[in-house]
């Protein structure tokens, strides 16, 4: 299995600019999951679904963020408008169940807002 | 979701056994514990998780406390490519929490 795929690795954008992030999780996993993450803030999570349902999606930051998983094999979260304080590298992580569960991280979308 | 907390840095002796602490004081009776680290800017990578039991796989033991307070990471012979940020977090239904992490160095 090639593990959790994420496009694109890097992202420079300019502040107000529509931003899209992609995940292809591995095949059979029922759970997606994206993180953020900050040199001030660490690993937070922001949203998860299950079986293409968002589950919670309390770490959201405001509404310029959204998250969608139209089918199994992928999800994107958006960012719209982008602010430089988005700044950050973003995880999109799959697991097969819940509770007990390994999650398996992907390489992560690098994300400079000038 | 319980708070970890870990020392922010330790280092070992290549060769040598790595004991890295975690504390995770107010984890409720259904949260496991699991350990993932991280290598530069990739993506985190999971180690180990348990519940109640001590815990060993290929790659290292997981030592839990009794009253589930604390764990400890061991990893048997460290090399150089186990220096990572190690983190330690809980959950329970899927969702986890992770803390600062603690940086393991580990010296030639």
């Known amino acids: 299995d090639a593990g959790v795929i994420q496009s694109p690795r890097h992202e420079v954008t300019e502040m107000g600019q529509e931003v899209t992030l992609r995940c292809k999780p591995i095949s059979g996993h029922d759970y997606l999951f994206w993180y953020r993450q900050t040199m001030m803030r660490g690993l937070e999570l922001l949203i998860y679904f299950n079986n293409n349902v968002p589950i919670d999606d309390s770490g959201m930051p405001e509404d310029r963020f959204s998250a969608k998983m139209p089918n199994a094999s992928f999800s994107t979260l958006k960012i719209q408008p982008s602010e430089p304080r988005d700044s950050a590298v973003y995880f999109c992580a799959s697991s097969r169940t819940g509770m007990g569960e390994t999650q398996y991280f992907g390489p992560g979308t690098r994300l400079l807002v000038l | 979701d319980a708070k970890t907390t870990q020392p922010p840095s330790m280092d070992c002796a290549e060769g040598r056994a790595a004991n890295l602490p975690c504390n995770h004081s107010?984890?409720?009776?259904?949260?496991?514990v699991y350990w993932y680290r991280q290598i530069h800017s990739q993506g985190p990578q999971y180690i180990i998780h348990?519940?109640?039991n001590n815990e060993t796989n290929e790659m290292a033991s997981l030592i839990i406390t009794e009253d589930r307070k604390s764990s400890t990471l061991i990893l048997p012979h460290a090399t150089l490519r186990d220096t990572a940020v190690y983190y330690c977090?809980?959950?329970?239904?899927?969702?986890?929490?992770f803390g600062k992490g603690i940086t393991l160095s580990v010296r030639p």
């Open positions: 977090p809980t959950g329970a239904n899927s969702k986890l929490t």
């Open positions: 348990g519940l109640k």
């Open positions: 107010t984890i409720s009776g259904n949260e496991y």
